[in-house]
């Protein structure tokens, strides 16, 4: 155990004194999310106190209860991911009727989110079991907490998750992104963050809050234009390392389909310069420019 948890389970244990822990019962832990220290008291307790474990990855889980010391024999741990969490839950309710606590923990941060763990609870729930959630990391609200945002968030924001990795699908949903007004949250990996820029290049000046590495050494948070976003990863290959979380910040207007800016350019390109037409469509679909002028050759060309 790290020198930093030595008492942590000694606290954890006596902070949730003379608390219900009830049998039969599934708990949803949340663990961190990079930063070890992001671990709540009640988490410990629990990971310490049930029958068995169920995780994303038994391997990666016994390493961060390692960490707390905290070491479960074989037996406590069983499996649960997005290949077999149909028949795993299954399983697991089996436990609750026998009166056992289980605890799920995915990899990192808040199971069911986007990680597994959503139709174990509402397997267990449709049993007639208890879902005790154990909150703490997420992604997505570590990023809304401090990339603050340049509108209101009265209308609350959406959860949108990963974008399909195909191309036309992606530009299909970035478009979908650009009709909605409120705060939308997405999360990327490393190796596609590049792909998502310059998709998300399209929004114009619709403002983004980039988190990278979330509680990490390497923690970055900024926040910058969509139009920018390609060239700011560009300008440092650092800057594509690590998980990412990425807001699409609330705005007062949105941007047209891709549909109305080439009915708009089908108008305007036989009676307007180029570059006038372009500047007109820009401001009226609220598109990038650069990708308005791409359209516009577009539109030329085919009706040449």
């Not at 020198?3 to 954890?12: C, G, R």
């Not at 949250?185 to 619709?206: F, N, Q």
């Not at 705005?251 to 037409?277: G, M, Q, S, Y």
Request: with cysteine; net charge negative; hydrophobic share 45%.
């Amino acid at each position: 155990m790290h020198a930093s948890f030595e008492n942590a389970l000694a606290t954890a244990h006596a902070a949730v004194q003379g608390q219900d822990w009830p049998r039969g019962a599934l708990y949803i832990v949340a663990t961190p999310i990079g930063n070890l220290a992001d671990i709540s008291l009640r988490a410990l307790h629990v990971l310490a106190s049930v029958d068995c474990l169920a995780c994303e990855d038994t391997r990666h889980s016994q390493a961060l209860l390692r960490a707390y010391g905290l070491v479960r024999p074989a037996g406590d741990w069983l499996a649960l991911h997005q290949h077999n969490e149909a028949a795993a839950s299954v399983a697991l309710c089996e436990r609750l009727a026998a009166g056992q606590r289980v605890a799920y923990v995915s990899d990192a941060g808040t199971p069911g989110v986007s990680d597994p763990g959503a139709r174990l609870a509402w397997a267990a729930l449709q049993a007639g079991h208890r879902v005790v959630p154990i909150p703490g990391a997420s992604s997505v609200t570590a990023l809304l907490s401090a990339a603050g945002c340049p509108a209101p968030l009265d209308a609350g924001f959406v959860f949108v998750g990963f974008l399909p990795t195909k191309a036309g699908e992606r530009q299909a949903a970035v478009e979908a992104l650009a009709q909605e007004s409120r705060t939308q949250v997405l999360l990327e990996a490393p190796h596609r963050i590049a792909a998502l820029a310059e998709s998300l290049g399209t929004l114009g000046d619709r403002w983004l809050g980039v988190g990278r590495e979330l509680t990490k050494q390497f923690e970055q948070i900024v926040n910058l234009r969509a139009q920018d976003f390609p060239a700011w990863l560009a300008e440092d290959a650092n800057r594509q390392r690590g998980e990412f979380v990425v807001v699409v910040h609330a705005t007062d207007t949105v941007v047209a389909p891709t549909e109305d800016l080439d009915r708009l350019l089908d108008l305007l390109l036989p009676h307007t310069p180029l570059k006038t037409a372009v500047q007109i469509a820009a401001s009226y679909t609220g598109q990038a420019r650069n990708t308005v002028y791409a359209r516009a050759l577009a539109r030329k060309g085919e009706a040449s």
